[in-house]
């Protein structure tokens, strides 16, 4: 299997996900990031550069960036500019980041200290949204702020571990709302009632990228995040298929007919487990060959070729989301409603992160 041609004739092809700076872009950004540092494959940072030079201003202002909607999934892209100043020094991406953390400064809060997930989910606490601004929020701290609010990093995810776990399943419910009166909502809880596999995948994610920009010397901080990423590991392995090593859409059930091992949270947990182990706050005995084969088995069951003989990667869960309103209900039938796609960004880049990890671990053998 090719993987290195599908990925270089999909980055050849690729066009913006949306006309606005979006998050799905910066999947795929994160993911030649990742894929550069690994394999020193300048194919890589120049995509990423194109993309960023493309966008970006030379005052640092992305006018492209929906400022008014408040949305946290507008700060994934911009963790890519950290990559773009370290590259060049040059004072664009420093304005550039700044411009991001501003973002994040004015976004609305609820009552609790999280940040919303976007301005018409108010009151709400998405799994999604702690990929999405925390690593940002902490790389801006460990380059520029001296870690001077570090406690609110943490206090978010606490808030996570709080009101969105649930101890008898090891897993983090999809959403929370912090008022109590969207359809979807446990009206005692606040929590979305199922358990989405990509949602964990970005928490898993989350976690293990601010581990990565924190350090040991942050003493609590840092020990509070390792021991919420450990737990939600250990709950997640729990739900393993046995055959593939893969994770199911719903991912807790498995024995609903029409449920299917979905690839952008697997490459998700591949990432998350690799990456734990690389970092030294998984045991390699017990994970390190577990994220292998989670990879591997992506590489074999999920690219599959076209009748003109070109790779692509399947099964990815086109969107999956809560509300507005009485759509989308969170209910199990919801989730494997949602369209299943070949080559979104939101699977592809995930997959090209997981690879970066793979190869890192491959290459220390």
């Known amino acids: 299997m090719n993987t290195d041609a599908f990925l270089k004739d999909y980055l050849s092809d690729y066009r913006p996900y949306k006309t ?5 872009d910066g999947c795929v950004l994160i993911g030649c990031i ?4 690994a394999t020193g494959d300048e194919a890589y940072r120049d995509f990423v550069m194109r993309y960023l030079n493309t966008y970006v201003a030379e005052d640092g202002t992305i006018p492209n960036y929906e400022t008014g909607k ?3 999934d507008s700060i994934n892209c911009g963790k890519a500019l950290f ?3 370290t590259q060049t020094k040059e004072e664009k991406w420093q304005r550039a980041i700044a411009f991001h953390m501003e973002r994040l400064r004015q976004h609305p809060r ?8 976007k301005q018409n989910y108010p009151n709400q606490i998405w799994l999604d949204g702690l990929y999405m601004a925390q690593p940002f929020y902490m790389a801006y701290e460990k380059l520029f702020d001296k870690y001077a609010h570090v406690q609110d990093i943490t206090d978010q995810f606490r808030n996570v571990r709080r009101f969105l776990y649930q101890p008898e399943k090891g897993l983090s419910y999809h959403a929370f709302d912090e008022a109590r009166i969207q359809p979807w909502c446990n009206r005692e809880t606040g929590c ?3 358990f989405w596999l990509r949602s964990m995948g970005w928490y898993l994610m989350a976690l293990i990228d601010c581990i990565d920009l924190s350090n040991e010397q942050l003493f609590e901080h840092y020990k509070a995040l390792v021991d919420i990423f450990r737990e939600s590991i250990l709950g997640i392995m729990r739900y393993q298929e046995p055959r593939t090593g893969l994770f199911y859409q719903v991912i ?3 024995d609903v007919k029409d449920n299917y091992l979905e690839t952008s949270g697997s490459a998700m947990v591949a990432y998350a487990l690799l990456k734990g182990v690389r970092l030294g706050v998984l045991d390699p005995e017990t994970y390190a060959e577990e994220g292998k084969r989670v990879y591997r088995s992506l590489e074999a069951n999920k690219l599959h ?3 003109e003989g070109r790779l692509h990667l399947g099964d990815i869960c086109a969107v999956a989301g809560l509300g507005p309103g009485e759509k989308r209900d969170g209910s199990v039938a919801y989730y494997l409603s949602e369209p299943r796609v070949d080559d979104d960004s939101k699977g592809v880049g995930p997959f090209m992160m997981a690879r970066s990890e793979y190869l890192l671990a491959t290459k220390a053998e």
Do not use: Q, V
């Open 305 to 307: 070729t076209d009748g």
């Open 83 to 85: 990559f773009a100043w």
């Open 110 to 117: 609820c009552a609790c200290g999280n940040f919303w997930h």
């Open 34 to 37: 990742d894929l550069y540092l």
């Open 70 to 72: 408040f949305n946290i």
């Open 252 to 254: 807790d059930r498995g």
């Open 192 to 194: 979305s009632p199922n």
């Open 20 to 24: 606005y700076w979006n998050y799905e």
